[in-house]
């Protein structure tokens, strides 16, 4: 059962995520690396989406896990776009690489807040991210 410890240590570890993105842009003067803490939060979307789709369709009353497979591989491609971008653009020269770590592991801790949350807060212990 979640507590107000673990609310505290989520809030905690959110905002040193987006602290981590946003000196990663500011201390370098280049506000590329803000593009990563938008993929991270966009994406639990999909999964939300989808899942509300999820169920028994007009041809089938069957379970239809179509949309559910589908939120996964589009939270699964926009994650790894968040991951992906600030090596590219490090790789590119467009961000330093000290740059490229910390929006790196500002938007691991962001995203990783979101999945704690929906572990410790789901009404079943399937809902998560």
Same mark, same amino acid.
């Given at each position: 059962?979640?507590g107000i410890?673990?609310?505290i240590f989520? $809030?905690?570890s959110?905002?040193l995520?987006?602290l981590?993105?946003i000196?990663? /842009?500011?201390? &370098? $003067?280049?506000?590329?690396?803000l593009l990563v803490?938008?993929?991270y939060?966009?994406?639990?979307?999909? %999964?939300?989406? /989808?899942a509300? /789709?999820?169920g028994a369709?007009d041809f089938?009353?069957?379970? %239809? $896990?179509a949309y559910?497979d &589908?939120?996964?591989?589009?939270?699964?491609?926009?994650?790894?776009s968040g991951?992906?971008l600030?090596?590219?653009?490090?790789?590119?020269?467009?961000?330093?690489?000290?740059? /490229?770590?910390m929006?790196?592991?500002?938007?691991?801790?962001?995203?990783?807040?979101m999945l704690?949350?929906?572990?410790?807060?789901?009404? $079943?212990?399937?809902?998560? &991210?």
């Amino acid at each position: 059962m979640a507590g107000i410890k673990t609310i505290i240590f989520l $809030s905690i570890s959110l905002a040193l995520g987006f602290l981590l993105v946003i000196l990663s /842009c500011a201390l &370098f $003067s280049n506000w590329l690396p803000l593009l990563v803490a938008l993929l991270y939060v966009l994406a639990p979307l999909p %999964n939300t989406i /989808c899942a509300r /789709c999820a169920g028994a369709d007009d041809f089938s009353a069957d379970y %239809n $896990s179509a949309y559910v497979d &589908f939120g996964n591989w589009l939270t699964s491609t926009t994650v790894v776009s968040g991951i992906a971008l600030p090596l590219v653009l490090a790789h590119a020269g467009v961000i330093r690489v000290a740059a /490229c770590i910390m929006s790196s592991l500002g938007g691991a801790l962001v995203y990783g807040t979101m999945l704690t949350y929906a572990g410790f807060f789901s009404e $079943s212990g399937d809902d998560a &991210f």
